[in-house]
């Protein structure tokens, strides 16, 4: 009985696994990133929440591109971030304050390849979203980086809309 639970088990594991398996994948690079517009948390350490910033849209990235056809790479060279909202506009304590003149920004390149190395489809894009606060989406409600990511999803989805695969 023991025997039959673990294979079992097994066998749902690895049907739940294996999708992921066989999607796209994404390579980020951070060209130049000291001269970036904006990539500064306030009165916090400027470097862990560069790298926690970074770490965070690279996962988002590699979100979006498992939702391509397999083998695909999507590779993007990002060459300036500018976040929602400014943290010079809060006085002494450099908070970041959120306000409507203050939109989210991301200048980046972009290459989809096939397995073989060919390129499908490339771009430099300027993305950004300047009624980013008049939106309803609650996808990102309260999660770090919300406001880029919904503008990201909106970009990919645009770009990427003929080869997007359903899951």
Known sequence: ??????????????LLLTPSAFAASSEVTWTDYKS???????????KQFRERTFNNFEKHFAKLAATLPADQI???????????????????????IIKNIYSPRMNFSYQLL???GTVIQSDDVVVKDLSFMSS???????????Y??????????????????SK
């Open 114 to 116: 096939a397995a073989d």
């Open 36 to 46: 970036y517009r904006d990539i500064d948390e306030g009165n916090n350490g400027r």
């Open 148 to 165: 880029e990511k919904k503008m990201l999803d909106d970009w990919f989805a645009k770009t990427f809309k003929e080869m997007i695969i």
């Open 74 to 96: 999507l590779k993007i060279d990002v060459t300036d971030v500018d976040l929602a909202g400014d943290t010079n506009a809060a006085g002494i304590h450099r908070t970041r």
């Open 136 to 146: 309803n989406s609650l996808k990102y409600r309260n999660k770090p980086l919300g």
């Open 1 to 14: 009985m023991k025997q039959s639970i673990y294979i079992v088990t097994l066998f749902v594991s690895t």
